[in-house]
């Protein structure tokens, strides 16, 4: 069974802290990784895509992944409150084109 | 606006009944997903759907069953073989088959009385 680990959290961080989400994934084959933003009663929506091993910028978020360690994270520099969500990691199943295998999701708490 | 329309956003059943979830989008993707999301856990896919009048079973469709007869509109049948129903359905598309980036409709809140 393919899994995508998370810790559910809550992780709560200070307004301006570096808020470090953290995922891992038991499929060594796996190619394509996601991060999803959801607010509370609301859909999800992508916020990042990697596919290759490193560092992906997109603003205030980072991306960062290691296949050799089946690690993947997102860092959220100069957290607000607006970034309190559930942060949901996703992995793309191998050969089966757009299929997701999603982790429970972690809750982010950004205090003032 | 291009977007993924869900209806209705809230719905009770009583149990025995089954129940028609709609989703239709005017994006042009060709892939459309049915997830299934219960409080504290992250989204189980139900059905996929990569071209028209085609789609796949997911890891949890015992008790759904879906359609794909036009490219804008993917519905999805909670049966009363469903034990456990009341949950939040999202549906997403995406652009093309190959890729996990996907779009939400805003959801369906199904409650069984």
């Known amino acids: 069974q393919k899994e995508v680990e998370q810790n559910s959290g809550p992780l709560s961080v200070p307004e301006g802290a570096i808020a470090s989400l953290n995922c891992t994934y038991s499929?060594?084959?796996?190619?394509?990784f996601f991060w999803y933003r959801q607010y509370s009663g609301k859909s999800p929506e992508l916020i990042m895509f990697?596919?290759?091993?490193g560092d992906k910028e997109d603003g205030r978020f980072t991306a960062q992944l290691n296949k050799a360690s089946q690690y993947v994270s997102l860092l959220i520099r100069d957290s607000q409150p607006s970034d309190s969500a559930t942060y949901l990691c996703?992995?793309?199943?191998?050969?089966?084109?757009?299929?997701?295998?999603f982790g429970q999701g972690t809750e982010l708490s950004v205090k003032p | 606006d291009g977007g993924i329309t869900q209806s209705p956003k809230y719905l009770f059943r009583k149990e025995g009944q089954n129940v028609t979830l709609s989703c239709e989008q005017n994006?042009?993707?060709?892939?459309m997903y049915w997830y299934r999301q219960d409080p504290g856990q992250g989204l189980r896919l139900i059905y996929y759907?990569?071209?028209?009048?085609?789609?796949q079973k997911g890891d949890i469709a015992e008790g759904y069953s879906v359609s794909r007869e036009k490219k804008e509109s993917f519905p999805l049948t909670v049966t009363s073989a469903q034990k456990n129903p009341t949950a939040f359905y999202l549906c997403?598309?995406?652009?093309?088959?190959?890729?996990?980036?996907?779009?939400f409709g805003e959801g369906s809140r199904l409650t069984v009385l």
């Open positions: 997403a598309s995406s652009r093309t088959r190959n890729t996990g980036e996907l779009f």
């Open positions: 499929d060594r084959g796996s190619q394509s």
């Open positions: 990697i596919y290759s091993n």
């Open positions: 996703a992995v793309g199943v191998r050969n089966q084109g757009g299929k997701l295998i």
């Open positions: 994006l042009n993707h060709d892939a």
């Open positions: 759907s990569q071209i028209v009048n085609d789609f």
